[in-house]
């Protein structure tokens, strides 16, 4: 059930960004930009929207990944005013410790964890479960649901669900659930995935992969009950506009801030 | 694992104010202040660390704050010796999160006995089916008492939260609360003692809002 009564958490909406050698990738067409390119810009115009929360996606491939993620973090942390994740390429824990110190209010670890579940435990003991978003890339092979790395080209031998009962076991203070048969389609969000899901773990569930209109967004509280709900292209090319999408939300007596 | 704190030669405020005065940041090795000393920043509030019982004339209001486990927090605090100085400051006070828990009486976590500043006690939230520990995400705060550290925030604005303990509401201390799976103190006040369980840094203009009332106090 939704969180009705006075005071409930209000339900998260949550942009997402892809960054790379510290430039948002992907087209943004925010008419009021000066540099559509520029993380903290966007980042900023979002905060101002109402957006709840932020996630960095770091797709740098160099190097010099670490420093620059940090530098973006940092930025980051000086201008906007609402917690933030940071995700990729997070492999080890003196990464962690840098973005940490960077500003980070969490990370979002994926393939590493699924190489190294061990990782969870680490991270959770070091920097406490609130900082540890594991995120879950799945898609269905032969009606089961089986996690995948590399964005859904690589299938594992990790069944879903099992998997996330296993991350929250070792510490993982919040799952990401991307559904890939979902994830591009506009169709909606993978509800019955994201409530077997979310009926089966203790921690916050952030639903990704579908938003196509506000009304997926209504179905996914709704049906769902999971705590967030994350979205890329539909909030970079002004779709979804966050302030018409709290609206919706709270017309249907869901619980947001507005 | 010891968390790497940044040095505090890194942590320079931009205020061109850097006389007397301001906000003095309790360190004591409890958590990162990156995203702190960045709000204060952002609203031009001059600040400084707070290292030694002599730093505390220096400022004219403190910040406690705080995040992890608050009985390695407290052994953290002792083990810096400012104890019963903080116990005994007369100039405006806020913890935050953690930092605020430490200020009242005892904790279930780490079962430890903290300041005492509050006889309240900070308690587990009860594992539920209903309700997702820890608390995570942003919630109301609904002003039981008036208050100028709450001036011009609307009862029952979002604020960002992230705990798994709470402080028991209280007719005396409470000066605003949240409901989540029961009514807790949001925050707490005692003189020139404030608490607050949500992060006013991370928590959009509300929450800078609250800073600059506690500047002001």
Redesign the interface.
């Known amino acids: 059930m939704n969180f009705l009564a006075r005071g409930g958490l209000a339900k998260r909406i949550v942009p997402c960004l892809d960054v790379k050698d510290g430039r948002t990738v992907k087209g943004v067409n925010f008419v009021d930009l000066r540099d559509a390119g520029d993380p903290v810009e966007l980042a900023w115009n979002y905060s101002q929207q109402g957006a709840d929360e932020l996630v960095f996606l770091d797709i740098t491939a160099t190097h010099e990944r670490r420093k620059t993620m940090v530098e973006l973090v940092k930025s980051v942390a000086r201008q906007i005013n609402i917690p933030f994740t940071i995700g990729g390429g997070i492999n080890e824990i003196a990464d962690a410790d840098a973005l940490l110190n960077a500003g980070a209010d969490k990370i979002s670890i994926n393939s590493a964890a699924v190489r190294n579940p061990a990782l969870i435990d680490e991270l959770a003991k070091a920097f406490g479960v609130q900082f540890v978003i594991v995120a879950v890339d799945t898609r269905q092979v032969n009606n089961t649901n089986i996690v995948h790395l590399n964005g859904g080209r690589i299938a594992t031998d990790k069944e879903t669900l099992s998997w996330i009962k296993e991350a929250e076991s070792r510490g993982a203070g919040e799952i990401l659930l991307t559904s890939m048969d979902h994830d591009g389609t506009k169709a909606g969000f993978d509800n019955r995935l994201l409530k077997t899901v979310n009926d089966a773990v203790h921690i916050p569930v952030i639903a990704s992969g579908g938003a196509g209109n506000r009304q997926h967004f209504v179905d996914v509280f709704e049906q769902t009950n999971v705590d967030a709900a994350l979205a890329a292209s539909v909030f970079h090319y002004g779709e979804i506009l966050i302030p018409d999408l709290k609206r919706t939300l709270k017309e249907n007596h869901i619980e947001v801030r507005i | ?1 010891e ?4 040095p505090d030669s890194e942590i320079v405020s931009s205020s061109p104010f850097r006389e007397p005065g301001g906000i003095g940041i309790v360190r004591y090795g409890a958590g ?1 202040i ?2 702190l000393t ?2 204060l ?2 609203l031009g509030l001059s600040y400084g660390m707070i290292h030694t019982k002599a730093d505390f004339d220096q400022y004219d209001r403190y910040i406690i704050p705080g ?3 608050a009985g390695t927090a407290m052994n953290k605090l002792q083990q810096t010796g400012l104890v019963p100085a903080i116990k005994a400051l007369q100039k405006p006070t806020l913890g935050i999160c953690v930092g605020m828990q430490l200020m009242t009486a005892y904790s279930e976590e780490g079962d430890a006995d903290l300041l005492n500043i509050f006889p309240n006690k900070t308690l587990k939230f009860k ?1 539920s ?2 309700y ?9 705060v ?1 002003q039981e008492t008036e208050n100028p550290l709450f001036a011009d925030i609307p009862t029952g604005a ?1 604020f ?1 939260y ?1 705990h798994s303990y709470y402080i028991e509401y209280n007719d005396l201390y409470t000066l605003a ?4 799976s029961l ?1 807790y103190s949001a925050s707490i006040w005692h003189n020139n003692f404030y608490g607050v369980q949500f ?1 006013p ?5 509300y ?2 809002t609250l800073l600059k009332n506690f500047s002001n106090l």
């Not at chain 2, 997702?132 to 109301?140: D, E, M, R, S, Y």
């Not at chain 2, 609360?177 to 989540?180: M, P, Q």
């Not at chain 2, 840094?201 to 203009?205: A, L, N, R, T």
């Open positions: 694992m968390i790497n704190e940044r990162n990156f995203s960045s709000a920043d952002r995040v992890g486990h594992d089916d209903t997702k520990v820890p608390h995570t995400g942003w919630n109301q609904f979002h960002y992230v609360s949240t409901d989540y009514k992060h840094e991370k928590s959009g203009v929450g800078e």
